[in-house]
């Protein structure tokens, strides 16, 4: 779907109010846990088919919060309601807890990335123990020793869950080139640059600038999200 370029600049344009809105819950959060996903990086984009997701730090993968503004934001046709949109940040933010903080080992039974540990932690914060968007799910009251003694049966699950799909969406969207050889590129660092080769790897690219007499290698994702951070 193109998204129109005014409806884009408006949404461009929010990103510091969703930021200052994001990191308020986070603190207050993090205060109350001992963490620190306040001091995260958070990223926005235009995904269609996923809300958010939080990548934890492994390899070459910074750690990250990202959220779609097709979704978050206040001007798109249909935007979630203010208690749904802080209802998918705790969902991210259980999850970023999943890998920063100690688990009860009687809530480890159930793995996986909406295991018993991801539930466990969504009690903690009141986020709704389901691994995928409903609308409304935030006005609901969950019962939370329920969900962390039952398995997830719904087979539709895979297919909806977002933080799946957006694993599934990333690394292919990643591994598509956006730039040739001979582009010009800014960085906020080094400046203009020279694209002098592409690297294709499994799930992303990795451009080799040139900066002068410095030569760089940058992962193409990062320097196309750079502008949302």
């Given amino acids: ?22 990191r308020f819950l986070y603190e207050k959060l993090d205060h109350k846990f001992g963490l620190h996903a306040a001091r995260i990086p958070v990223t926005f ?26 979704f ?16 998918l940040y705790k969902h ?12 009860p080992k009687k809530y480890t039974w159930q ?21 995928y968007y409903k609308v409304g799910e935030s006005l609901i009251k969950h019962d939370y020793d329920a969900a962390l003694k039952n398995k997830i049966h719904d ?9 799946n799909r957006q694993k599934e969406y990333e690394r292919s ?11 010009m590129v800014n960085h906020p660092k080094f400046g203009s640059g020279t694209i002098e080769q ?4 499994e799930g992303s690219v990795r451009l080799h600038i040139r900066f002068g007499d410095d030569l760089k290698k940058i992962d193409q994702k990062w320097l196309l999200r750079t502008k949302y951070k």
């Fill in 1 to 22: 779907m193109r998204i129109d370029e005014n409806i884009r600049r408006l949404l461009e344009n929010e990103v510091k109010i969703h930021l200052a809105e994001i």
């Fill in 45 to 70: 984009g235009f995904e269609e088919d996923s809300l958010g997701s939080y990548t934890p730090k492994a390899g070459q993968n910074e750690e990250e919060f990202h959220f779609s503004l097709l």
């Fill in 72 to 87: 978050i934001g206040y001007c798109v046709e249909n935007p979630l309601s203010k208690g749904d949109r802080f209802d």
């Fill in 92 to 103: 991210e933010y259980a999850h970023y807890m999943q890998y920063n903080m100690e688990i």
């Fill in 111 to 131: 793995p996986g990335i909406h295991g018993s540990a991801w539930k466990y932690c969504c009690s903690l914060v009141g986020a709704a123990p389901t691994p």
């Fill in 155 to 163: 087979k539709s699950i895979p297919i909806r869950d977002r933080y």
């Fill in 173 to 183: 969207k990643n591994s598509i080139v956006k730039y040739n050889k001979g582009d």
């Fill in 198 to 201: 592409i690297e294709k790897l």
